[in-house]
């Protein structure tokens, strides 16, 4: 398999990091908007001391800014260091709005079901419903979740997905660009003594991403999906997102884990479960399937 453009074949007229280099400048780009919020935070009472957002206030930030600037590092990186057009990190103009919505639609519908799977073998029990509409404060921090998760989810899409995927698929190939990608998107969601379970659902989270992308020809479809599952997981169900709460009442209905954390997820939540890592196997085997055919900007 040869080097490809994967979103446009249009080549960088400024520089273009070597392959071996491009994960290291990722993890640079995502790390030091963390190192400098992580003090101002902390000081200001909406982060602890290693890092987790303290509070509704604490975990609106925690999403936006450190987020903001690694995408504005990236978009930046591509416009002015490598001097190529962003349709070339998969942000194909004239698509955008469209697809995006879809995927949001997508990826709420996504995480709902897995969560009944996870429901229906019997990890969850139910304790009350919709609780979130009694409560106009929760309506709104839920609204205000909505435009977080589209940010946080949107730029590690763009860096993860568009332009480190990008960027080793233009120096190696496309299979090498997956499972470096993939191995990066974990590393970077790993947290101590995190179980092998949660590490495997990370990798297929991010290589299912990477085949939506692929069969799209852009990313904008499963920047939506990303958003959409963070962000129907973190408000309808009282359920932990990645090992975090946000904090909020049920938009949907409140579930308590009931059962060994191999089907609930236990604190990582329900992307910890055996029953989502069967379903990212599943979604991968069908998009490779449907990979042979034609690029459509609608890869499901």
């Not at 490809?4 to 280099?21: D, I, Q, R, Y």
């Amino acid at each position: 398999m040869k080097p490809t453009s994967l979103f446009s074949p249009e080549l960088a007229k400024g520089w273009l990091p070597w392959g071996a280099l491009a994960p290291f400048l990722l993890i640079l780009f995502v790390a030091a908007p963390v190192i400098l919020t992580d003090d101002p935070f902390e000081r200001w009472g909406l982060a602890t001391d290693k890092g987790d957002p303290i509070g509704p206030y604490g975990l609106y930030v925690f999403l936006l800014i450190p987020f903001a600037m690694t995408g504005a590092l990236v978009l930046a990186w591509v416009l002015f260091i490598e001097r190529r057009p962003l349709r070339t990190i998969g942000l194909t103009p004239n698509v955008g709005a469209v697809s995006f919505l879809r995927g949001l639609v997508i990826g709420g519908a996504t995480i709902a079901a897995v969560v009944a799977g996870i429901w229906a073998v019997g990890g969850y029990q139910a304790d009350g419903f919709a609780r979130a509409f009694a409560a106009p404060r929760e309506l709104m921090s839920i609204g205000i979740l909505l435009l977080c998760f589209v940010v946080q989810a949107s730029v590690e899409e763009i860096v993860f997905r568009g332009w480190l995927l990008s960027v080793l698929a233009r120096k190696f190939n496309v299979a090498i660009a997956v499972m470096l990608t993939c191995l990066v998107f974990t590393l970077l969601h790993y947290g101590p003594n995190q179980q092998l379970l949660v590490m495997a659902s990370s990798f297929l989270f991010s290589a299912f991403a990477c085949c939506w992308a692929l069969k799209a020809r852009n990313i904008w479809g499963v920047m939506g999906w990303h958003a959409g599952w963070n962000w129907l997981l973190a408000t309808g169900f009282e359920l932990p997102v990645t090992g975090i709460d946000a904090g909020v009442s049920a938009l949907v209905v409140k579930l308590v884990p009931h059962g060994p954390d191999i089907v609930t997820g236990g604190a990582e939540g329900p992307e910890g479960s055996l029953i989502c890592l069967i379903f990212f196997a599943g979604a991968i085997a069908t998009l490779l399937w449907r990979l042979r055919k034609p690029a459509s900007p609608h890869p499901i």
